[in-house]
């Protein structure tokens, strides 16, 4: 059973634009969400993280917007950037059950210049 | 501030071989992971320790996987007998206690033939 489900699979951007990354979830005790940012030989490294409590969160050109009742969050990235070109992934957690983050499968952007 | 080291990168065997991979954590973390990401695939939790105690160690196939911390330190998990199904990136992860975002190393690229 796939706890975060992520979509699109891939996603082709022109450069300035923004690309836009969904994600949904099952288990209501989840309540924290952050998204990851993956280069290619690389680890995932932490780009941006929300709580349920707010709607939305931005940092620079990342943006997270959350729905709780629709159990949904979304990465916006605005003004894209070839150098945006990652594997992005959404993960969920529940601190108080005490579990390690679930992953989506993930998003391939491609910025083009 | 050194990030999580892993060892090797890269690692090709024969399958039915035995593999280990080695894990330094962020000095001072007490949490430790191991996931494994295969192609296209989000990273998949095998097993959390909470300095030495692994915590949830469900995923973790025991048939042929082994994972240790010794000393709540440094980590080595080990596949015996490998099989070609274990290719993947074995990913680790580490952080402090109480907190909820996860440092990944860059990983070890597996492949069995």
């Known amino acids: 059973q796939q706890q975060v489900k992520q979509s699109p699979q891939s996603l082709i951007v022109q450069k300035g634009g923004i690309s836009i990354i969904n994600c949904a979830y099952e288990?209501?005790?989840?309540?924290?969400f952050p998204w990851y940012q993956q280069f290619p030989g690389k680890g995932p490294a932490l780009l941006i993280a929300?709580?349920?409590?707010?709607s939305e969160k931005k940092e620079g050109r990342f943006t997270i917007s959350f729905n709780k009742s629709a159990k949904q969050f979304s990465l916006h990235i605005m003004d894209s950037q070839p150098g945006d070109s990652a594997t992005y992934f959404c993960a969920a957690i529940s601190n108080q059950a005490g579990t390690a983050l679930i992953f989506g499968k993930g998003t391939t952007l491609s910025v083009s210049s | 501030e050194a990030g999580v080291v892993q060892s090797p990168r890269y690692k090709i065997i024969e399958k039915k071989q035995p593999v280990a991979f080695w894990c330094n954590p962020i000095s001072g973390h007490n949490t430790l992971y191991w996931y494994r990401q295969n192609l296209g695939q989000g990273p998949e939790l095998l097993i959390r320790?909470?300095?030495?105690?692994?915590?949830?160690d469900s995923q973790l196939p025991k048939d042929r996987f082994s994972a240790e911390r010794l000393k709540g330190v440094d980590s080595t998990l080990k596949i015996q007998p490998a099989e070609l199904g274990d290719s993947a990136v074995y990913l680790c992860a580490s952080s402090p206690a109480g907190y909820t975002e996860a440092f990944f190393g860059q990983g070890t690229r597996l492949t069995v033939v």
């Open positions: 288990n209501t005790a989840f309540d924290y």
């Open positions: 929300i709580r349920p409590d707010v």
């Open positions: 320790y909470e300095n030495e105690e692994a915590v949830d």
